[in-house]
């Protein structure tokens, strides 16, 4: 088993993730957006830290609603960097709120922020990681890597052996249209 799976499986903070959402796709909106945030809030930190402050942090960035996020301004930007049960650093606050309003060009654009990943399946992670950092802020490799692993836009969220990745097999992840290396 990869050493996420092992460590993860009946860890009281992993567990739950583990087994239900790492490398499950999704076309929601709001799933695809929260991923990106918390995926930006654990750079140089541990996604321990990112899982224990998720539910302060689904209440202070409103359900990651993108519509609401992409109206935040000053005084939001404050609030949340006065909020101690979330990850405050300014340049995350500000590139979650900026991809919220990038996330709606793409409504313009592609129809959806899926339909925009859609368009560009299948890409190698270099330039899925491009891409990112063209069209987005605070999207660095493992950042873009990790998005995308954990939603199964590229494969490795789990070892062969783990027993969720027979349940993820059965929701057809995106990277089995397109054998794609996680590196």
């Known amino acids: 088993m990869s050493s996420y799976c092992a460590f993860a499986t009946g860890n009281p903070v992993h ?32 996604w321990e830290i990112v899982l224990k402050r998720r539910a302060t942090m689904r209440i202070a960035f409103e359900g990651f609603d993108v519509d609401r996020v992409s109206a935040f301004g000053t005084a939001d930007v404050a609030r949340l960097l006065a909020d101690p049960g979330i990850i405050r650093n300014r340049l ?12 709606q060009g793409l409504r313009q654009s592609h ?12 890409l190698e992670k270099p330039e899925w990681v491009k891409l990112f950092r063209r069209t987005f802020r605070f999207t660095g490799g493992e950042i873009v890597g990790e998005f995308l692993m954990s939603l199964g836009w590229l494969p490795g969220a789990h070892a062969a052996d783990c027993p969720v990745q027979q349940s993820i097999m059965l929701c057809d992840p995106r990277w089995r249209s397109r054998h794609i290396s996680p590196t």
């Not at 995350?92 to 919220?100: G, L, Q, R």
Request: hydrophobic share 40%.
């Open 15 to 46: 567990d739950h993730y583990h087994a239900t959402e790492h490398g499950f796709p999704s076309r929601d909106e709001s799933v695809l957006f929260e991923r990106l945030c918390l995926e930006i809030m654990q750079a140089g930190l541990s």
């Open 111 to 122: 129809g959806s922020f899926f339909e925009w990943l859609d368009a560009h399946h299948p």
């Open 92 to 103: 995350k606050v500000e590139a979650i709120i900026s991809n919220a309003r990038t996330i």
